[in-house]
């Protein structure tokens, strides 16, 4: 089996003819169905059915489509690799930001860093929800993504970088721990809460703390919007429940409490989330590098959760 071989077998596959196939690789149809052939006799298996309509994969050939992908995907990376080894990193970087997450605030320093130090990469950042995020990954369609995380994955892996303690966000008008810096959970537990789809790690570390307390979830309303969150807060419409360097981020001003959640405390992580099953490109590598570089000097030594608080 060669990679030639698995050009010529994604190619027929994305065209649903042999035919096309021919037309568009520029290579004789009978020499094509050859290769196909050769193919199905070195897995011994079939790995199209054919028709008057064209082709289709069977199971075995879908199978090997879905490798076949990622092998010439490699194999491209790798010549791509090689070719810029020795010059300064280049190329289009995608990073996923998680919703309700400090992370966002970070954008501007990201990208004026990646400017300054690797003037050839382009970073493209987009906000995604955890719900289409491994497939995102697994696909390349994203290079990293920082998120709430939200537990094992298959595909991808994640790199905790920090542990934040949640605190309960609220108008300052609210008569709650009238005084203090801390709620008890019981006491947030009173405030109707603005929270995100029940997709969203975050929330779903909100629900399971209740739950396991025997205490209620008063949801006002599920907010995906953050412009329309630091709204309704300020209207005094309910309360929400954000890690410290969130709140910060997106309730800067003085209106607003941010009380830490105590008795007990709730715990959110943010990861950095990348592929497991193949390696990132020289660009993607070294934006990986910078992102980790800056959530350290920034982040950890502010708002990482004391272990002997948890």
Same mark, same amino acid.
């Given at each position: 089996?060669?990679?030639?071989?698995?050009?010529?077998?994604?190619?027929? @596959?994305?065209?649903?003819?042999?035919?096309?196939? !021919? $037309? $568009?690789?520029?290579? $004789?149809?009978?020499?094509?169905?050859?290769?196909?052939?050769?193919? #199905?006799?070195?897995?011994?298996? /079939?790995?199209?059915?054919?028709?008057?309509?064209?082709?289709?994969?069977?199971?075995?050939?879908?199978?090997?489509?879905?490798?076949?992908?990622?092998?010439?995907?490699?194999?491209?990376?790798? /010549?791509?690799?090689?070719?810029?080894?020795?010059?300064?990193?280049?190329?289009?970087?995608?990073?996923?930001?998680?919703?309700?997450?400090?992370?966002?605030?970070?954008?501007?320093?990201?990208?004026? #860093?990646?400017?300054?130090?690797?003037?050839?990469?382009?970073?493209?950042?987009?906000?995604?929800?955890?719900?289409?995020?491994?497939?995102?990954?697994?696909?390349?369609?994203?290079?990293?993504?920082?998120?709430?995380?939200?537990?094992?994955?298959?595909?991808?892996?994640?790199?905790?970088?920090?542990?934040?303690?949640?605190?309960? @966000?609220?108008?300052?008008?609210?008569?709650?721990?009238?005084?203090?810096?801390?709620?008890?959970?019981?006491?947030?537990?009173?405030?109707?809460?603005?929270?995100?789809?029940?997709?969203?790690?975050?929330?779903?570390?909100?629900?399971?703390?209740?739950?396991?307390?025997?205490?209620?979830?008063?949801?006002?309303?599920?907010?995906?919007?953050?412009?329309?969150?630091?709204?309704?807060?300020? !209207?005094?419409?309910? !309360?929400?429940?954000?890690?410290?360097?969130?709140?910060?981020?997106?309730?800067?001003? #003085?209106?607003?409490?941010?009380?830490?959640?105590?008795?007990?405390?709730?715990?959110?992580?943010?990861?950095?989330?990348?592929?497991?099953?193949?390696?990132?490109?020289?660009?993607?590598?070294?934006?990986?590098?910078? @992102?980790?570089?800056?959530?350290?000097?920034?982040?950890?030594?502010?708002?990482?959760?004391?272990?002997?608080?948890?």
């Amino acid at each position: 089996m060669d990679t030639r071989k698995l050009s010529y077998f994604v190619k027929i @596959v994305d065209s649903g003819s042999i035919t096309k196939a !021919a $037309a $568009a690789l520029h290579v $004789a149809q009978p020499a094509l169905s050859q290769q196909v052939s050769a193919l #199905e006799s070195d897995l011994k298996q /079939r790995l199209l059915i054919r028709s008057k309509q064209g082709v289709e994969p069977t199971a075995a050939g879908h199978t090997l489509y879905r490798h076949a992908q990622t092998i010439l995907r490699l194999v491209e990376q790798a /010549r791509l690799d090689v070719a810029a080894s020795g010059a300064a990193p280049s190329g289009r970087v995608s990073i996923a930001i998680a919703p309700y997450s400090m992370a966002s605030s970070l954008t501007p320093q990201i990208i004026r #860093e990646v400017g300054r130090r690797y003037p050839d990469i382009v970073v493209h950042l987009t906000e995604i929800f955890g719900g289409v995020l491994s497939e995102a990954i697994k696909n390349g369609r994203l290079d990293m993504a920082l998120i709430y995380e939200p537990g094992k994955i298959r595909g991808v892996q994640f790199t905790t970088m920090i542990v934040e303690d949640l605190h309960l @966000v609220t108008h300052e008008n609210v008569d709650v721990a009238q005084g203090r810096t801390t709620v008890t959970l019981e006491e947030a537990s009173s405030l109707g809460l603005f929270l995100p789809e029940k997709n969203h790690t975050l929330r779903q570390i909100i629900e399971k703390g209740l739950a396991d307390h025997g205490l209620p979830l008063r949801l006002v309303g599920e907010v995906e919007s953050v412009p329309s969150l630091v709204r309704l807060i300020r !209207a005094n419409l309910g !309360a929400t429940v954000l890690p410290k360097s969130a709140a910060d981020a997106l309730f800067p001003d #003085e209106n607003f409490k941010v009380l830490r959640i105590v008795e007990p405390a709730l715990q959110s992580k943010i990861a950095l989330c990348t592929p497991d099953h193949e390696p990132l490109s020289e660009a993607a590598s070294a934006v990986l590098i910078l @992102v980790k570089e800056m959530l350290q000097q920034q982040l950890i030594s502010k708002y990482a959760a004391d272990p002997a608080e948890a």
